[in-house]
């Protein structure tokens, strides 16, 4: 009994995989004619950039360059703590120069984060400049006081 279990085992298992492979088959040929195509198709595209007119590279670079700044900015919570002390600023004055909140400056000096690509661009902006340009924006941004009329 135990040697028609394993022949009908065997038979079953031997026409699954004649079964899967003539399912198979027509699928692995597309495959490989996909796979021939994609590597023409890169093959075009690095004869098409290679072959790129000269003339053009300048320009693009300018372009780049244009939107870029020269400098990266990296971030150091130690010079954030200079910074705002080299302008003699409390946290929240600094908050306001860079458009952030005073917890976001006070996280930024203790290096629990870091300013995301706008703040950074902001205190890239301010680490260029001067204690008069600094006071020049700062009195900028203020708003000014209401006014009390006392006798109305």
């Known amino acids: 009994m135990a040697d028609i279990k394993n022949v009908l085992f065997d038979e079953i298992r ?3 995989r004649k079964e899967v492979k003539a399912a198979v088959a027509p699928l692995q ?3 490989s004619e996909l796979r021939k195509a994609v590597a023409a198709l890169s093959r075009e595209l690095k004869v098409s950039v290679s072959e790129k007119p000269k003339a053009l590279e ?3 670079g300018a372009e780049a360059s244009a939107e ?3 400098k990266k900015f990296r ?3 130690a010079s954030v703590k200079k910074l705002r002390a080299k302008f003699g600023l409390s946290q929240a004055e600094f908050a306001k120069l860079v458009g952030v909140s005073m917890l976001t400056v006070s996280c930024w000096e203790l290096g629990k984060t870091s ?7 902001r205190l890239a902006e301010l680490r260029s400049m001067g204690k008069r340009e600094i006071a020049r924006v700062r009195a900028e941004k203020k708003e000014p006081a209401p006014e009390e009329n006392p006798g109305q």
Request: proline fraction near 14%; glycine fraction near 4%.
């Open 115 to 121: 300013p995301r690509a706008g703040a950074k661009a």
């Open 58 to 60: 300048p320009e693009a």
């Open 29 to 31: 040929s597309k495959v």
């Open 14 to 16: 031997r026409l699954a």
């Open 75 to 77: 971030f150091n919570a």
């Open 68 to 70: 870029k700044p020269s």
